[in-house]
């Protein structure tokens, strides 16, 4: 079970660095390199401004593309993935990744064929609060979970576990 869970958390991590890595890049498969963060691109403009639609979609389309949001976005990805990589702030990560499967979930309301409403957005939100309320409280097989939570600092305030 340790693999399967390892495993669950290393695919997470690396479903939140791979954008991430293309957009910042421009590796060519969601951004072209002319597109790229580096060069002046922006990871949001293009979903945020031309993917939304919905009840929601006129708000998105005002922030898709700003500097502001870009670089949370960005440093959003990052953040979540090596936390997921590295077992460290699996609570946090938890919260702060739900809280962006949520906001992306409700920038494409109504889904076009699911009437259930449910995309990969409310699963990954699902898998995140699985990972850092249950995983988080586990032994960690890979990673570096179990040094951190022996740490001072998580011992004064073990919600950054």
């Known amino acids: 079970m340790k693999v399967v869970k390892t495993l669950l958390r290393w695919a997470m991590g690396l479903s939140f660095l791979w954008p991430f890595f293309d957009k910042l890049f421009g590796l ?21 401004r031309f993917g939304s639609r919905g009840p929601f ?8 593309g700003l500097p502001a949001i870009d670089a949370i976005y960005m440093v959003s990805m990052l953040l979540l ?14 919260v702060g990744g739900s809280l962006m499967m949520f906001l992306m979930w409700t920038a494409v309301l109504p889904k076009e064929h699911n009437f259930l409403l ?8 699902l898998i995140l609060l699985l ?8 032994d960690q097989w ?14 004064k305030a073990p919600f950054l576990i």
């Open 142 to 155: 890979a990673g570096l979970g179990n040094w951190w939570r022996e740490t001072k600092l998580v011992k």
């Open 28 to 48: 060519g498969y969601a951004t072209e390199p002319e597109h790229a963060w580096l060069f002046g691109g922006s990871p949001t403009a293009g979903f945020l």
């Open 131 to 138: 990972i850092g309320f249950y995983f988080s409280k586990q």
């Open 118 to 125: 449910i995309d990969e957005h409310v699963i990954y939100l």
């Open 57 to 64: 979609a006129p708000f998105y389309n005002r922030i898709g």
């Open 81 to 94: 993935g090596l936390a997921l990589l590295t077992g460290i702030l699996l609570k946090i990560s938890a």
